[in-house]
Nanobody, 126 residues
């Protein structure tokens, strides 16, 4: 069983930065793919960024160049650094991890993520 505990987030002005953290119990987390999703009011949950077990990263077009996903395996933690934030980035952000190990550079689909963090509110004011 893996538990994901998120931290970071909050209120920031447009153009500002925030860093989200996703800390996990369970060794598989530090070796596996991890995704960051977000859900804004009235909208569907969307993938923001993902990192594979091989270290490859993928970003939504809307955040490319502004957000960076990274991991510290020694701390069993994945980060989402968010720069140049915009009001449209306002949402609840979730980290997610699969229950099985995906080797190489496979990006799990949303339905393949079994563990989810508790969610963190990010609000960007204009």
């Amino acid at each position: 069983q893996v538990q994901l505990v998120q931290s970071g987030g909050g209120l920031v002005q447009a153009g500002g930065s925030l860093r989200l953290s996703c800390a996990a119990s369970g060794r598989i987390f530090s070796l596996n793919a991890v995704g960051w999703y977000r859900q804004a009011p009235g909208k569907q949950r969307e993938l923001v960024a993902a990192i594979t077990s091989g270290g490859r990263t993928r970003y939504a077009d809307s955040v490319t160049g502004r957000f960076t996903i990274s991991r510290d395996n020694a701390k069993n933690t994945v980060y989402l650094q968010m720069n140049s934030l915009k009001p449209e980035d306002t949402a609840v952000y979730y980290c997610a991890a699969p229950s099985i190990y995906y080797s190489g550079n496979y990006y799990p689909d949303e339905n393949e993520y079994d563990y989810w963090g508790q969610g963190t509110q990010v609000t960007v004011s204009s």
